[in-house]
């Protein structure tokens, strides 16, 4: 038997009958398609979600790239099981997807990119919105899509469609190969009308496997634990998409081994586990960069070993420190030189755990006894960081951390990507769930913080979501305020307003660059932007947009105005000046970075500033150590 509908129709209706099943669980696959309607998707897809009803809700985004931040803020939420859809017309509502395309794969987070593509059958050439290449009459500007998606293709007749789809969902619930999936249509295919087959149609479920590890590489894991007098674990991401939380904390409580975690990894242990021992890396703290410095042996799970996590290359600087990678992908399984257990996080750790148990496995006191005493320290350092004793003082930043460390419960979700804020999080943050912090760190994408607590209050309804944004990271993409409140989602903004690119300053400085380009300035008389600040009014922007808005100038008025948001059943921005951070590591500021990061130095300058900076990034890199 077979059913005759248009090609998008067909694409809709197989999308709302697909789900995924993992540990027993049972949810639907695709929750909802957000979209942009223009000329290249209005006549198809737009007239099949029409159609669908409310078996394919739909959610109306106000930009793209935003639109896809939302999506892949609700995949993470819902831990990699349902996803959203993504449609947008021809021309350049299909490139503004590549920035969120980019930042979805790069965090291995699925979401479905349903881009309107020129005519198949080339009626009229060029037509709107198309790009000409001389060089190839097959290329559109989706085909900029094909480096930043796991899957890709195009859709040229409507039969095609069946052996594509199938790979698109495959790909999207492939805990290996997850991130972002592109079905480039065609407008006139979209609307071509195709006789189905019942069974393509049919519901379908698709098994999220749980890999476990290869008993040889086990045994090698097992071996190299036992023998290790200083092991510490790097959680990253990994054990988040697994829901591997709990047999993290049972695997470290068991053996004592401290657990460090990357930006995608925090929250993995409850700050107040007696292994969790903080962030690692540049954005670490000194409780988990001191016992890097020191491991004889670490055990990755679940990460890909970014820059960040390494200190560029210097937090491990022993030559005899061995790793082992605990990775559903090989790709990642075998950084840093290591010993590769190719599993499922929490198959592995499982898997670890039991073969460790007879003899059972556990640190030294003595080493166990000075870390606790380390990450004691580092828990006054924190303390002192967020006090705010004086409620007619301007905040700082990590004082505004530490007037929402006080309101929120393990409910609350805090969500951020760019700024200065990720450092402050990473070192400071005490996580008090799994799914508390929200820190998109694998792509860094400024303007994600907006649109992506749009996705998360959709895939957690009944928690308080914070969005924390820089002045900067405002300005790039505030647009979503709109769907926010057109949704009446209860999202909490709060606009930290340091009138520029503050944290690209502070690095400019760092570098060389003093401060180059980085404050919201008018020109000065030889056009530098030194000039009088820039009359912006970001809270009377956000009030522009529908959300209520609330401004904090001290922190007394923002102790009110954060306990006012958090109660609110309905958008709210709290906007606040931030005082001048005191300086890192003057005993009484925040402290800073416990590790390099490597940002290039100009090797040759004219300018003191540079020069100088040159011979200590000179001095520091001669530490790099590259794992072979």
Not at 47 to 71: I, S
Not at 280 to 285: D, F, N, W
Not at 495 to 500: A, K, R
Request: glycine letters at 10%.
């Amino acid at each position: 038997m077979t059913v005759r509908l248009t090609t998008a129709q067909a694409l809709i209706a197989f999308l709302a009958r697909q789900y995924t099943e993992r540990d027993g669980h049972r949810q639907r696959l695709i929750g909802a398609t957000w979209g942009i309607f223009g000329h290249g998707n209005v006549a198809g897809v737009g007239q099949a979600l029409l159609e669908a009803g409310p078996r394919m809700p739909y959610l109306q985004g106000r930009n793209e790239q935003a639109m896809v931040h939302a999506a892949v803020g609700y995949a993470r939420q819902s831990g990699r099981l349902t996803a959203h859809a993504v449609t947008t017309s021809i021309g350049p509502g299909a490139t503004n997807l590549v920035t969120g395309a980019a930042l979805a794969t790069v965090n291995h987070l699925p979401v479905l990119l349903l881009p309107g593509d020129t005519f198949a059958t080339r009626p009229a050439d060029p037509v709107l919105q198309q790009l000409e290449t001389p060089y190839a009459g097959d290329v559109s500007v989706n085909d900029c899509l094909r480096p930043v998606s796991r899957y890709f293709d195009r859709i040229t007749r409507p039969e095609a469609l069946i052996p594509a789809v199938l790979q698109a969902v495959r790909t999207l619930t492939d805990p290996v190969s997850t991130g972002a999936v592109t079905l480039a249509l065609p407008q006139d295919v979209q609307t071509e009308a195709y006789d189905w087959p019942d069974e393509f149609l049919a519901e379908r479920v698709w098994h999220v496997r749980r890999p476990a590890p290869d008993p040889y590489e086990l045994e090698q894991a097992v071996r190299a634990v036992r023998a290790a007098r200083r092991p510490l674990i790097v959680a990253g991401g990994g054990v988040r998409h697994s829901a591997a939380e709990a047999a993290l904390a049972a695997f470290a409580a068991t053996t004592g081994i401290p657990v460090a975690t990357t930006q995608a990894g925090k929250g993995a242990l409850r700050h107040d586990h007696p292994q969790d021992v903080g962030g690692i890396g540049h954005t670490g703290t000194a409780t988990a960069d001191g016992l890097a410095r020191e491991a004889d042996l670490v055990i990755g799970v679940g990460t890909r070993w970014t820059d960040f996590s390494t200190a560029s290359g210097t937090l491990f600087p022993d030559p005899a420190t061995r790793f082992v990678n605990l990775n559903v992908t090989g790709f990642d399984a075998h950084k840093q030189a290591a010993l590769p257990l190719v599993a499922d996080a929490r198959a592995g750790l499982d898997a670890l755990g039991e073969a460790l148990a007879a003899p059972a496995h556990r640190v030294e006191p003595g080493y166990e006894h000075a870390y606790t005493e380390a990450k004691a320290r580092w828990e006054a350092r924190v303390d002192a960081a967020f006090a705010a004793p004086d409620a007619d003082a301007v905040p700082t930043q990590t004082q505004v951390l530490g007037l929402l460390d006080a309101l929120v419960t393990d409910d609350d979700i805090l969500i951020n990507a760019a700024g200065s804020l990720p450092g402050d999080l990473h070192r400071l943050w005490r996580a008090r769930s799994p799914r508390q912090y929200h820190v998109e760190y694998g792509y860094s994408c400024m303007g994600y913080e907006i649109p992506a607590a749009v996705g998360v209050q959709l895939a957690a309804p009944d928690r308080p979501v914070w969005a924390l944004v820089g002045d900067g990271t405002y300005l790039m993409n505030p647009t979503e305020i709109v769907t926010a409140v057109q949704e009446r989602l209860p999202v909490k903004l709060v606009v930290l307003d340091n009138h520029g690119y503050a944290s690209i300053g502070g690095l400019s400085a760092a570098v060389g660059g003093e401060r180059y380009g980085t404050d919201y300035r008018h020109r000065d008389t030889e056009g530098a932007f030194t000039g009088d600040p820039l009359p912006l009014d970001l809270a009377a922007n956000a009030a522009s947009l529908g959300m209520r808005s609330l401004r904090a100038r001290t922190v007394g008025e923002l102790r009110a105005a954060l306990a006012e948001a958090r109660a609110a059943d309905h958008p709210v921005c709290v906007h606040v000046t931030l005082a001048a951070p005191t300086a890192p590591g003057d005993g009484a500021g925040p402290p800073g970075p416990q590790a390099w990061w490597d940002v290039p130095v100009a090797e040759t300058a004219r300018r003191p500033a540079a020069v100088e900076a040159r011979e200590e990034y000179d001095r520091r890199r001669a530490a790099r150590r590259r794992r072979l």
